[in-house]
C-alpha cells in the first residue's frame, strides 16, 4: 500500500511515516514511479509503536523490542517483562524526582538557592 493509505489505516500523517521509515521502524520499497509500497503488517507494527510511545517507551526501546518480541515464542510474557523492566526503571526515576524536588525545596527561599545545604 502506498503512504496515503497507510497513514490513513494508521492515523498517522505522512510525515510521521516517513521519520519511522528514517529512523528505521518500518520499510518501505520503492515502486519504479518512485512511491514507497508498504505490506499490510506495517499498519499493526506502527498501531505497536504508537502504544508503545504512549507507554514511555523510546524509539530506540521499540526497535530493539521488536526485534524481540517477533521472534518471542510468547510474545503476552515477553510484553510482560518489558512491562515490568519499564516500571522499574520509573520507579527508579521517581526516587530520583522525589529527591530532586526535596532538594530544591530545601534550597528554596535560602537567599542563595545555589549555594550548598545544609
Known sequence: MRIGELAAQAGLSRDAIRFYEKVGLVTGRRLPNGYRDFPPETVPWLQYVRTAQALGFSLAEIARTGEELRDAPDSA?????????????????????????AELEARAGTGCPLRAAG
Open 77 to 101: 510474557e515477553a510484553l510482560s517483562a518489558l512491562f515490568e523492566e519499564k516500571i522499574r526503571v520509573i520507579d527508579a526515576r521517581i526516587s530520583e524526582l522525589a529527591a530532586l524536588r
